[in-house]
């Protein structure tokens, strides 16, 4: 595999040239959210216990998703991935909450968000990319371009994101304001956001009626689907922005990962003998350094013998997906997914699937992901450019899973990015991007 690697090499030459010259030219501020964010001390739990529906959000559930057979991997037969916000990885490391969770898991202490600001992070989680996306606006993925689901549902593999406060299944808002219900006597209150939200960027997810308009629920569906031991076994849980510690700070977050983990740990239908949990955050708080963040592997998927320990292989948010494709033979995405340096593994599940593809990558060769506002794509307008193929080399790689590429109907093999036009600054134009606006998602 690593010849394969080796091929990709200059793609990623080029992608380091420009984000060491955009850190040439860039001071970038910090942006006013993180600047104007309250310290809020005292969590308030939406309910009794995760288990439980809560009449803090706006619905309740409408029916449980369908129980799937179980597609059995190599190492894990269910992921879950929760992620907190904005958090250095000092920061997170000394509270006693993630110490405690440290000695049930595995920790990846050399593991990186791979851009700024949240949005990008939790794209690139589902679709090995973030298409040039360098603000948290609205953005939509067209339907020939591939994500993480459609890797799933070639094996039959079930999934679902839940989202804290979305007020009901297969929401399509940017936002949404609601009751505060931490604190009654303020105004209403955006708990749930869109970009936020892995289940909401791809067309795919937004027609009522479909399979998978039903797969992007809420936390009042998770605990219904939790109850009728129905959970996927692909999940993506983000917490409200206040749980989150986005609009709180990380003492906050902590105790929403308390009341969250503690007893879903201890359930057999979150954590069979089978689950591996990954909690991360999606980036880190400093701008100005590079993009690490502390991740902990839990759940009774993690060997004996790990708990406790740690990890130092370089990891990004790529080599979660990669994990993922290599745990259950899936064919791979072509972007982020296989680039050489960005989509290590986790050690432990290489070991199970017999993957040789992991390299430490010493220090002067990692790069720099704390850039923001560089890079060109469809999801940007000043550097605009259209949704292309994977480079060949990309396109003609194994991938993690051993299982090569998938590609879409739609989508032009040879329209690769040496073949297309040149960044275009559609600004100049007074025009905006096509995959910017909410009104164009019924258009594909
Ligand atoms: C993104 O949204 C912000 C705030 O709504 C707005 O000021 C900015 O112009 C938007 N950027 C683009 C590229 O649409
Ligand atoms: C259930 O359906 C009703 C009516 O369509 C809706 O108002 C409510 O928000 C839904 N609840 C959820 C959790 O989707
Ligand atoms: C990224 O981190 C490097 C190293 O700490 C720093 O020199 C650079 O200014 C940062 N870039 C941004 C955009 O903050
Ligand atoms: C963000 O991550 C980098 C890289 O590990 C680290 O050097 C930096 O200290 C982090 N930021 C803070 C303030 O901890
Ligand atoms: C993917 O689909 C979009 C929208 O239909 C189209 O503009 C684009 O050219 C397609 N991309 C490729 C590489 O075929």
């Known amino acids: 595999m690593s010849h394969i690697k080796a091929a990709l090499l200059p793609t990623l030459a080029l992608i380091l040239a420009a984000i060491v010259l955009s850190a040439a030219s860039s001071a970038v501020a910090q942006p006013a959210s993180l600047l104007r964010r309250a310290k809020k001390q005292s969590f308030v ?33 269910r992921i879950i991935h929760v992620w ?21 898991g595995q920790t990846l202490t050399s593991f990186h968000g791979v851009t700024h600001p949240s949005e990008p992070n939790y794209m690139a989680s589902a679709f090995g990319s973030f298409f040039g996306l360098h603000d948290d606006n609205f953005s939509w993925i067209p ?43 303020a105004p209403d209150y955006t ?48 917490p409200n922005m206040d749980d989150d510690g986005h609009d709180s700070g990380i003492s906050y977050a902590a105790q929403w990962v308390d009341w969250f983990l503690s007893d879903l740990l201890k359930n057999p239908h979150f954590n069979s003998e089978r689950t591996l949990v990954v909690l991360t955050f999606d980036e880190n708080e400093t701008y100005a350094a590079e993009n690490r963040i502390l991740t902990l592997l839990l759940g009774n998927a993690v060997p004996q013998n790990l708990r406790g320990s740690s990890s130092d292989l370089y990891m990004t948010h790529y080599g979660i997906l990669a994990t993922t494709q290599a745990n259950w033979g899936l064919m791979h995405l072509g972007r982020g997914d296989v680039d050489p340096i960005l989509s290590n593994i986790v050690p432990f599940v290489a070991e199970a699937a017999g993957y040789k593809g992991n390299a430490q990558v010493p220090l002067e060769k990692r790069p720099l992901l704390n850039l923001t506002g560089v890079t060109a794509g469809p999801l940007t307008e000043t550097q605009y450019q259209p949704f292309f193929a994977p480079t060949k080399q990309a396109q003609a790689a194994n991938g993690a899973g051993g299982a090569g590429v998938l590609l879409l109907p739609g989508l032009d093999p040879n ?20 995959y910017r606006s909410q009104a164009n998602v019924a258009k594909d």
Not at 207 to 234: I, S, V
Request: hydrophobic share 30%; proline share 8%.
């Open 45 to 77: 739990p939406p309910s009794t216990s995760p288990e439980e529906q809560s009449d803090a959000y706006q619905g309740r559930n409408n029916g449980t998703l369908a129980r799937q057979p179980i597609v059995p991997g190599k190492a894990f037969d």
């Open 84 to 104: 907190l916000e904005n958090t250095d990885y000092s920061a997170a490391a000394s509270l006693a909450t993630f110490q405690r969770l440290q000695k049930q």
């Open 143 to 185: 339907k020939n371009i591939t994500s993480v689901y459609d890797l799933l549902d070639k094996k039959g593999i079930s999934y679902a994101c839940y989202q804290e406060n979305m007020p009901f299944q297969g929401f399509q808002d940017y936002d949404n304001k609601q009751k505060n219900y931490v604190d009654p006597s």
């Open 191 to 238: 708990f749930y956001v869109r970009k936020h939200n892995p289940c909401a960027f791809s067309s795919t997810f937004a027609k009522p009626g479909t399979e998978r308009y039903k797969r992007n629920r809420n936390m009042n569906d998770f605990a219904a689907d939790l109850k009728a031991d129905a959970l996927p076994q692909h999940i993506f849980v983000t």
């Open 415 to 434: 329209a690769t990015p040496d073949k297309g036009p040149a960044p275009k600054n559609l600004k100049l134009t007074g025009g905006s991007s096509f």
